[in-house]
Nanobody
Framework: QVQLVESGGGLVQTGGSLRLSCAAS????????MGWFRQAPGKEREFVAA????????KYADSVKGRFTISRDNGKNTVYLQMNSLKPEDTGVYYC????????????????????WGHGTQVTVSS
């Protein structure tokens, strides 16, 4: 069992930055692929970024590539999402999630594959 709690959301102007954190409980955090997803009003939940259990590999949605960075600290049971050059279209509720599928399965893009979810943190980017 893994419990996830996100923090760091807020209101920021276009071009600004935010750093999201996701703190996990449980001793097996380091064995999970971790992902960030977001959901805007009236839209489906979409993949943002994922990181391998060891932290050695990452994947990003094309819409955030070059602006967002996912990282993790297994000693602190925490995964981060550094968001720079924010745009209004980045607005939404951001969720972190944990997946016990192997990284090589490539399933980290699909939110339905994830086993545990946080409650989300709101990010609003004003124009």
């Amino acid at each position: 069992q893994v419990q996830l709690v996100e923090s760091g959301g807020g209101l920021v102007q276009t071009g600004g930055s935010l750093r999201l954190s996701c703190a996990a409980s449980g001793r097996t955090f380091s064995s999970y692929v971790m992902g960030w997803f977001r959901q805007a009003p009236g839209k489906e939940r979409e993949f943002v970024a994922a990181i391998r259990s060891s932290g050695s590999s990452t994947k990003y949605a094309d819409s955030v590539k070059g602006r967002f960075t996912i990282s993790r600290d297994n000693g602190k049971n925490t995964v981060y999402l550094q968001m720079n050059s924010l745009k209004p279209e980045d607005t939404g509720v951001y969720y972190c999630a944990a997946d016990d599928s192997p990284w090589y399965s490539g399933r980290y893009y699909n939110w339905r594959e994830y086993d545990y979810w946080g409650h989300g943190t709101q990010v609003t980017v004003s124009s």
